[in-house]
């Protein structure tokens, strides 16, 4: 049951971060390399999710 939580707290924790960056830090822009990559990160673990849930 943990397994489907865990990516629910990653994702809050990563869109804190991005929010820490942008409001707080204001160099989002220095850091878009990581931002695109978290969202394959989170794009590909939903398409694994969707397909593992779906069988």
């Known amino acids: ?3 489907l939580y865990m ?3 990653f994702l809050v924790l990563f869109i804190g ?3 820490y ?3 707080v830090k204001r160099d989002l822009k220095k850091n878009l390399n ?3 990559m ?3 990160f ?3 673990w939903s398409v694994i ?3 593992c849930l779906n069988n």
Do not use: D, N, T
Request: glycine share 8%.
């Open 21 to 23: 960056r942008l409001l």
């Open 7 to 9: 990516p629910l707290a």
């Open 42 to 44: 989170i794009e590909v």
């Open 17 to 19: 971060w991005i929010l």
């Open 1 to 3: 049951m943990l397994r």
């Open 38 to 40: 978290g969202l394959f």
């Open 49 to 51: 999710f969707y397909l």
């Open 34 to 36: 990581g931002v695109y």
